[in-house]
C-alpha cells in the first residue's frame, strides 16, 4: 500500500507542476540544481540521486555549465575527480522555480494558511521517512 501511495504520489506532484503558470516542470535541471543548493556533488551521487544513467548526467550538466548555473569542480589531490556546485545564477534560478512552484500550488489546492502549514508538516514527515530519518 505505501508503494502504491508513493508511485501516487510521483504521479500527482508531476501533473501539478505541468499546470504552473509559468508551465514549470520538476526537471533534471531543476532536481539537479536542488541537490547540490547545499552539498557539492559527484557525477556518481548525482546519477544515484536523479536515477539517471551517466551519459545523460554529462549532457545535462555541460548544458548547465554553458547556462551558467552551475560550474565544475577538480579536486585538488585528483585533477580526475570532479565535482559539480550551483552557481549565483543557478541559486536565483532555483529559487525563482521554487516560488513559482509554491505559488501555483497554493493556488491549484486553495489551502487557507493553516491547511497549508498542516500539508507542509505532513509531507516534511513523509519525506523524511522516505530518507530514512528518524
Known amino acids: 500500500m505505501i508503494a502504491e501511495q508513493i508511485l501516487a504520489i510521483n504521479v500527482a506532484t508531476r501533473k501539478l507542476c505541468k499546470n504552473c503558470n509559468n508551465g514549470i516542470i520538476i526537471s533534471q535541471k531543476m532536481r539537479l540544481l536542488y541537490l547540490v543548493r547545499n552539498n557539492v556533488l559527484s557525477p556518481k551521487d548525482l546519477v544515484s540521486e536523479l536515477c539517471i544513467a551517466k551519459p545523460n548526467l554529462t549532457i545535462l550538466a555541460r548544458t548547465m555549465i554553458a547556462e551558467g548555473l552551475i560550474e565544475k569542480q577538480r579536486a585538488s589531490h585528483d585533477m580526475r575527480s570532479v565535482s559539480y556546485k550551483i552557481t549565483d545564477k543557478g541559486l ?17 489546492l486553495n489551502l487557507s494558511e493553516k491547511d497549508a502549514q498542516k500539508g507542509e508538516k505532513k509531507l516534511e514527515t513523509a519525506i523524511n521517512f522516505l530518507n530514512g530519518v528518524e
Open 92 to 108: 536565483a534560478e532555483l529559487d525563482n522555480c521554487i516560488a513559482e512552484l509554491e505559488k501555483s500550488v497554493a493556488e491549484q
